[in-house]
C-alpha cells in the first residue's frame, strides 16, 4: 500500500535488512510534523478486552481537511495493529477524524486488510470483533487491572512448564527445589485432549508424590492463556475444531482436582517474572525465544498487566512488505 506517510531511514543501517524502516522513527517524525503544524488534533484509541478491561492510547494527528491527513490512515492503522498484539482485544475505539475511524473499520473485516486480526482476535476472546468509530471525548476512560501473580517461595508447591517437545516438572519445598523431572512427549500428534490431559496429570502426580503436601501449583506454555483457559496454543494444534471446547477447560478440570490454587501462563509472563525476581526490579520486559517469540510485562507495581503480548506480531518495521 503506498502512503503518504514518510519512512526514516535508521542511522545504522543492518546489512541482512537494509530496507528496515523502524517504526519507533516513523511515528516519532510523524507527531513532530503534526506538532509543527500547529493545526493537530487529538486522536483516542481504546482497546477492550474480556471483562470490560480497557486499554488507553492517546496521540495527535493532522485534521480531516489538512493536506496531509492522508498520512493518518498509516499512523493509525499501524499503532492499532501494534496495540491489538500488545494488549489484545475484541473491540477496538477510535475517538478522532470520522474518516480515520471508518478506514480501520474497513481494514478490519473479514475482507478486509486486517482480515487475520479480525478473525484471530474475536477467536480467543470469543466476541465479534468490532470497531467503533467516535469523537474523542467521546472514547472511553482507561480501565486497566494488573494481577499478583508468582514470587510466592514459602510452602510445597509445584511448577511446571510444557513444550513442544517435553514437559517440565519441579517440586519445591520453601522455594528449594527437591525435585525435576524432563519427559518427551508428543502433544502436537495428538488429536485427543486426553492425552494432554494424561500427561500433564501424571507430572503433577510425580512431582506431588516428592512432597508431604501440594499449597499451589503454577505452570507456563507457549500460546494465549485467558483465565487459565488456552484460546490458541501450538501444543493442541493437532486437536479437531469440534474437539477444542475441551481443551479450553482442561486447566480448570486440573485446578479442580487438585483443589489448590492453580495458574497457567503465558512462557512470556513468567520470564517477565523471573527476570522481575532475579534483578529485584520493576517495570521489566521478559522475551522468550523458542519456535516464535513470546513476551510478558511486570509493571512498575510488580504485577502482570494481563496485556496478550504477542510480540511477534507487532510492526517494528514500516516498510512496505514487512512481515507484520
Known amino acids: 500500500m503506498k502512503s503518504a506517510f514518510n519512512l526514516i531511514t535508521p542511522q545504522f543501517v543492518p546489512p541482512l535488512d537494509p530496507g528496515f524502516r523502524p517504526a519507533a ?43 496531509r491527513a492522508e498520512a493518518n490512515l498509516r499512523y493509525v492503522e ?5 496495540l491489538l498484539w500488545q494488549r489484545g482485544g475484541w473491540r477496538v475505539y ?21 482480515a487475520f486480526d479480525y478473525k484471530f482476535m474475536g477467536q480467543i476472546f470469543e466476541e465479534h470483533f468490532t470497531v467503533v468509530a467516535c469523537a474523542a471525548d467521546e472514547a472511553p476512560p482507561a480501565n486497566e487491572t494488573a494481577a499478583d501473580i508468582g514470587g510466592q517461595l514459602h510452602g510445597c508447591r509445584i511448577g511446571f512448564d510444557l513444550g ?14 527437591v525435585y525435576s523431572e524432563e519427559v518427551v512427549w508428543e502433544p502436537r500428534q495428538h488429536a485427543d485432549p486426553e492425552y494432554h490431559y494424561h500427561e500433564i496429570m501424571t507430572a503433577l502426580q510425580t512431582a506431588a508424590s516428592k512432597m508431604p503436601r501440594v499449597d499451589a501449583i503454577g505452570g507456563s506454555s507457549a500460546g494465549i492463556y485467558i483465565n487459565n483457559r488456552p484460546m490458541v496454543a501450538s501444543l493442541f494444534r493437532g486437536i479437531p475444531e469440534e474437539r477444542y471446547d475441551r481443551v479450553k477447560n482442561l486447566f480448570l478440570r486440573l ?53 496478550l503480548n504477542e510480540l511477534a506480531f507487532t510492526p517494528i518495521d514500516y516498510q512496505l512488505g514487512a512481515p507484520a
Request: net charge negative.
Open 255 to 307: 485446578g479442580e482436582e487438585w483443589r489448590v490454587p492453580f495458574t497457567i501462563i503465558n512462557d512470556g509472563d513468567v520470564t517477565a517474572l523471573a527476570g522481575a525476581m532475579s534483578l529485584e526490579a520493576t517495570g521489566v520486559l521478559g522475551i522468550a525465544l523458542g519456535s516464535s517469540e513470546a513476551g510478558g510485562y511486570v509493571d512498575t507495581h510488580g504485577k502482570l498487566t494481563g496485556w
Open 25 to 67: 522513527l516513523a511515528n516519532r517524525a510523524f507527531r513532530r510534523e503534526v506538532h509543527a503544524s500547529g493545526v493537530g488534533v487529538p486522536l483516542v484509541l481504546g482497546i477492550e478486552r474480556q471483562a470490560g478491561i480497557i486499554s488507553r492510547y492517546e496521540t495527535v494527528v493532522f485534521p480531516a481537511e489538512h493536506p
Open 164 to 177: 513442544a517437545s517435553d514437559r517440565k516438572v519441579s517440586a519445591v519445598i520453601d522455594g528449594e527445589p
Open 78 to 82: 499501524r499503532i492499532v495493529k501494534f
Open 94 to 114: 477510535v475517538g478522532g477524524p470520522q474518516v480515520i475511524g471508518e478506514y480501520i473499520q474497513a481494514c478490519y473485516q473479514p475482507d478486509g486488510e486486517r
